[in-house]
Every structure is written in C-alpha cells, then in structure tokens.
T-cell receptor, first 117, second 113 residues
Framework: AAGVIQSPRHLIKEKRETATLKCYPI?????VYWYQQGPGQDPQFLIS???????DKGSIPDRFSAQQFSDYHSELNMSSLELGDSALYFC????????????????FGPGTRLTVT | GESVGLHLPTLSVQEGDNSIINCAYS??????FIWYKQESGKGPQFIID?????DKRQGQRVTVLLNKTVKHLSLQIAATQPGDSAVYFC????????????FGQGTTLQVKP
C-alpha cells in the first residue's frame, strides 16, 4: 500500500540558510500534519492542513511557514535556520473528513533529518 | 499545561515475556488515545487506538487499557519478541480537536533474547 512520502530524507544546511521539506500524503487523504522531533524527545506538533486550509497551529516558529497544494502535497519552509532547528521532521496524513466520529488515525512518513551546522 | 507522559523511560524484558508500558494523561477532555511504535530512524507506526467510551481494546498480541478514573493508559504486549524492541509513545487527541497528536515521553522497550 502507498505510504506517506517525504523528501529529502536528509538535509544539511548552514545557519541562516533556508530549507524546504516536502510531504506527499497517502492518496485520498485530506489532512496533513507536521511534527518536529528533537534528539531523544517526543514529536511536537507544528501545523496541520485540512483540505488545503490550515486547520491548526502548534509551536511553530515564525521563521517557518507551510502550505498544502491543490494536489494535497505539503511543503514546510524554514528560513533563518538555527542550530536548534536540527531535528527529525515528520509528516503524517489521515482521512478525516466525512466521518462521524472523525477518524484521526495518522500515518507517518519516514521523516526528513535536518542538520544545521 | 495539559500533557501526556510516561512513567518509565526504559523497559527491559525477556523474549517471550509479556510487556506492559504505562502512560498517564492529564487532560480529562481527551477522548481518543493512540499508541505508536518508533524504530530507530523511522517514523512512528500506529499500533492501536482506543476511544474514551471504552476500557479495553485488543489487537494482535497487543491490548490497550484505559482507566479514566485515574487518567491512566497502558499497552500490553504478549509474548514479546526481539522485533518489538523500539520506543513506544502514547498520544492523545482532545474532543473537538483538529486531530493533532499530543505525544508523551517515549518508553524504550528492550527485548533480551
């Protein structure tokens, strides 16, 4: 079965540079979530999109932005990178709409490991 | 603030034994809980979920128990195998939420052969 695809898998950037992470959800899924996971920590919610509209926002720095496109893929844009941004970034997708109660089973991608030097 | 946390950071068991991983949550409005397994270098993998109107749910070799009175969640793994070695996270979703997961601190499960 098709899974969530993330690219690139690894990314090395220098401080103050920009980075763009891409996520391709499972086909027909309508919701995308982004999470950040620091070393030895649990994943922290950043932002989510439902049907191409931002649906929720967590602890995402102002330097980061994201959007979901018409084909449902999503991109996380990170600017003025800092050393502390080094982490695993996961994208997850789910099919939420139209169900009562909503189904929130989220499928995670393999992640993008971002290293800021 | 609201949080979900785990009691033990590391659990070591013998192959074939049963494992029990615990989780405490503080948000009484939470109505959906999920257990995830994360292997090194991989994304979290869905194991089993439970809604707040249930006390117990069973899957293949796994059982999740929910005690709303004391806000406690547990994951039981029967006949633990080496392939079960991973970090396990509990996560919660609150009623009316958009579906974002609030993860607790992970527990590392080590299975000794």
């Amino acid at each position: 079965a098709a899974g969530v695809i993330q690219s690139p898998r690894h990314l090395i950037k220098e401080k103050r540079e920009t980075a763009t992470l891409k996520c391709y959800p499972i086909p027909r899924h309508d919701t995308v979530y982004w999470y950040q996971q620091g070393p030895g920590q649990d994943p922290q919610f950043l932002i989510s999109f439902y049907e191409k509209m931002q649906s929720d926002k967590g602890s995402i720095p102002d330097r980061f932005s994201a959007q979901q496109f018409s084909d449902y893929h999503s991109e996380l844009n990170m600017s003025s990178l800092e050393l502390g941004d080094s982490a695993l970034y996961f994208c997850a997708s789910s099919l939420v709409g139209g169900r009562t109660p909503p189904i929130y089973e989220q499928y995670f991608g393999p992640g993008t490991r971002l290293t800021v030097t | 603030g609201e949080s979900v946390g785990l009691h033990l950071p590391t659990l070591s068991v013998q192959e074939g034994d049963n494992s029990i991983i615990n989780c405490a949550y503080s948000n009484s409005a939470s109505d959906y809980f999920i257990w995830y397994k994360q292997e090194s270098g991989k994304g979290p993998q869905f194991i089993i979920d439970i809604r707040s109107n249930m006390d117990k749910r069973q899957g293949q070799r796994v059982t999740v128990l929910l005690n709303k009175t004391v806000k406690h969640l547990s994951l039981q793994i029967a006949a633990t195998q080496p392939g079960d070695s991973a970090v396990y996270f509990c996560a919660e979703i609150s009623s009316g939420n958009t579906g974002k997961l609030i993860f607790g601190q992970g527990t590392t499960l080590q299975v000794k052969p």
